[in-house]
C-alpha cells in the first residue's frame, strides 16, 4: 500500500517557537509538495520539490522553509512561527512521468498546527 | 497566475446525480484533476482529464471543455459516504509540476 506519512497529526506551540514538519513517502517518487489547508480557501501551494536538494517556492512561501536531503523525505520548516500559521498542512507526492501522474497527488493525513 | 471557481456548497439526495463545476483561469493549462476530502482525512485523487470530453470511473465522470476552461464531475447514485468536499486542482503546464487547487465543494447527500 502506497503511502506518504507525516510524522505528527497534531501539534501545539507558542509563538516564536521553530516548528519543524516531517513528511516521508514511500512510492519512490521524484516531486513532493507541502500545501497549507485553510476553511474556505482550499489548498495553497507553499513549496515544492522536484528533486534530492532542489526546491521551488508555491503561493505562500513566506516565513516557511524546506529541506529535502533525500529522495523520501521532505521537511517543512517555520523558523519563528506566528499565530497566522495555525492551519492543517498536508504533504503530498507524485511521479514525474507524464499522462495520469500529472495530475495524480498522494497525500498525507495531514499536521494540524496550531500557535499559540 | 491561477483561478478556480466552483460552487462552495451543494446538496443532493441519496440515488440521485449531482454535477460539480469548475472553471478556471491559468496562465497555462495542461490538465484538470478532481479530488475528495472526507471531513479529518487526506485528499484523494478520483480523476484527471488532459484532454476534451468525458471519462467515466464507475459512479464517477469528470468532464473537461479546454475551450471554455470548464470541468465538471459528475456523481451517479448518490450515496451517503459520497459526503465530502470535492476539489478541482489545474495543472498548469509541464514544467511546473504543483497542481493549483479550487477553495472545495461541500456536498452534502441527504436521505
Known amino acids: 500500500d502506497v503511502k506518504v506519512t507525516q510524522s505528527s497529526r497534531y501539534l501545539v506551540k507558542r509563538t516564536g517557537e521553530k516548528v519543524f514538519l516531517e513528511c516521508v513517502q514511500d512510492m519512490d517518487h521524484e516531486n513532493m509538495f507541502w500545501y497549507r489547508q485553510d476553511p474556505g480557501l482550499g489548498l495553497r501551494l507553499i513549496y515544492f520539490?522536484?528533486?534530492?536538494?532542489?526546491?521551488e517556492k508555491g503561493d505562500i512561501p513566506e516565513g516557511y522553509s524546506v529541506s529535502r536531503e533525500k529522495k523520501e523525505r521532505f521537511s517543512l520548516i517555520l523558523e519563528s512561527a506566528s499565530t497566522n500559521q495555525t492551519s492543517m498542512y498536508l504533504c503530498?507526492?507524485?511521479?514525474?512521468?507524464?499522462?495520469?501522474?500529472?495530475?495524480?497527488?498522494?497525500f498525507g493525513e495531514g499536521s494540524r498546527l496550531t500557535v499559540l | 497566475g491561477q483561478s478556480l471557481e466552483q460552487p462552495s456548497e451543494v446538496t443532493a439526495v441519496e440515488g440521485a446525480i449531482v454535477q460539480i463545476n469548475c472553471t478556471y483561469q491559468t496562465s497555462g493549462f495542461y490538465g484538470l484533476s478532481w479530488y475528495q476530502q472526507h471531513d479529518g482525512g487526506a485528499p484523494t485523487f478520483l480523476s484527471y482529464n488532459a484532454l476534451d470530453g468525458l471519462e467515466e470511473t464507475g459512479r464517477f465522470s469528470s468532464f473537461l471543455s479546454r475551450s471554455d476552461s470548464y470541468g465538471y464531475l459528475l456523481l451517479q447514485e448518490l450515496q451517503m459516504k459520497d459526503s465530502a468536499s470535492y476539489f478541482c486542482a489545474v495543472s498548469p503546464n509541464m514544467g511546473r509540476r504543483a497542481l493549483t487547487f479550487g477553495s472545495g465543494t461541500r456536498l452534502q447527500v441527504q436521505p
Open positions: 520539490s522536484y528533486d534530492v536538494k532542489m526546491k
Open positions: 503530498a507526492s507524485s511521479s514525474r512521468t507524464s499522462g495520469r501522474a500529472l495530475g495524480e497527488l498522494f
